[in-house]
């Protein structure tokens, strides 16, 4: 700046010289003079430029933020959600063909109370099937229904500690998101408390199956730890945990007597679940590359430790590919064999035999991406319910279209 001062005042000089052959003595005096105010303007200027550089200069990154945030204020509001298209046919053992159009819609805001609260409110399309938000097209295009998904609050406590409340996301860590335990779509009620570091990561929660005592207060409570470490050109995810389901003597918790295969106590009053589930799973998970490609392989096994029989369950299956960005591709393939009372059925997987226990079969998984957003797959269900009974073939088909928002 100073040398752009400089050059502009040697250039007025020359001006002023030049002026002199036509100007009086008296008019030159004048211009010098007003040349002296405004250099001297100009040296005030420049010292106040450089005073505020200096000042911005110690304004950390801290302060920089707070101001930012003061300026926007909170909360700060943000947006997800998916629609999802599904064509599905069926062909099970004594039962007709059958075939249906099904969509999925879920919307929910998340908002950004303070530093280390959010606030998550998720609207879902569906029926009150706590482990289904699809809905079945039909009835000459009646409105479908909406309801409540997800409500609750998350406070991060520290880096490494984070506590939920409300009706939450699923906190337990699932091995590519099997669902022997737990359906992709169940959103558990109650409070959970999470603790992650680079290595370790552990869970603990409280969830009411029915929290009113008038109701016959029943709940799950359970416990999971887990342990990550590299191994080479791979990383090892493995970990246990321990859930109990207090539901022996309790009625079924949708009404009828629909234990989703679970055994039950019949009498003239009606019938019961006939014990407890204390499951004990395990898992392990190898993430690593094949073909140029991203390659999972995982495990999983449970036990009800309430039961010496039909007690036990297991997956496992494997992963190649992520259809993420456009034009790439993913394949999976899963074998489960899931006993009667190796679970609790009612939160299990709902497509996987037609959902509940005592069910075992292959899973063959594919999908495109046609944008980041935009995604096709494929599901095939080969399948046998009953297996140590009257042993019915399941077979179901489920094409998809799902875009992110």
């Not at 679940?273 to 995982?298: H, S």
């Not at 005592?358 to 980041?372: E, S």
Request: hydrophobic content about 40%.
């Amino acid at each position: 700046m100073k040398i752009w001062l400089g050059s502009t005042l040697m250039v007025l000089s020359i001006l002023v010289s030049t002026a002199s052959f036509a100007s009086d003595s008296g008019e030159l005096a004048a211009i010098k003079r007003d040349l002296a105010r405004l250099m001297a303007r100009i040296e005030v200027l420049e010292q106040d430029n450089q005073s505020l550089r200096g000042a911005q200069a110690q304004v950390s990154p801290a302060q920089a933020s707070s101001v930012k945030k003061a300026s926007g204020g909170w909360p700060m509001l943000a947006w997800r959600g998916d629609v999802r298209y599904r064509y599905e046919s069926f062909e099970i053992d004594q039962k007709d063909d059958r075939e249906r159009n099904r969509l999925r819609a879920r919307v929910a805001l998340k908002a950004t109370v303070s530093e280390t609260v959010d606030v998550v409110v998720g609207l879902a399309s569906g029926s009150d099937d706590p482990v289904s938000t699809n809905q079945t097209l039909g009835s000459a295009g009646t409105t479908k229904g909406l309801g409540l998904d997800q409500a609750y609050f998350s406070w991060q406590v520290n880096e490494s500690i984070n506590l939920k409340a409300g009706k939450i996301k699923n906190v337990w860590f699932k091995p590519v998101k099997s669902e022997l335990l737990w359906d992709g779509d169940y959103n558990p009620e109650g409070v959970a408390l999470s603790y992650a570091n680079q290595s370790f990561f552990g869970h603990a929660a409280v969830n009411w199956l029915e929290s009113d005592t008038k109701r016959d207060q029943a709940f799950a409570a359970g416990i999971q730890a887990g342990w990550r470490a590299s191994l080479g050109d791979y990383d090892l995810t493995a970990g246990a945990g321990y859930h109990d389901v207090g539901v022996a003597g309790h009625e079924a918790f949708l009404g009828g007597d629909d234990f989703f295969g679970n055994q039950s106590l019949c009498q003239e009053a009606g019938c019961v679940y006939g014990q407890d589930y204390e499951q004990v799973q395990f898992f392990a998970m190898l993430d690593g590359r094949w073909l140029e490609q991203p390659l999972t392989v995982y495990l999983e096994g449970v036990e009800n430790l309430a039961l010496d029989a039909q007690n036990r369950g297991w997956s496992a299956g494997f992963k190649i590919g992520k259809a993420s960005k456009p034009r790439t591709w993913e394949l999976g393939y899963q074998y489960e064999d899931l006993e009667a009372d190796a679970v609790f059925g009612l939160t299990t997987g709902s497509d996987f035999g037609g959902g509940g226990t005592n069910i075992k079969g292959h899973i063959l998984k594919g999908g495109w991406a046609v944008t980041k957003a935009w995604k096709l797959s494929l599901t095939y269900f080969n399948n046998e319910t009953d297996p140590d009974g009257a042993q019915r073939g399941y077979q179901r088909l489920q094409l998809d279209s799902q875009i992110k928002f």
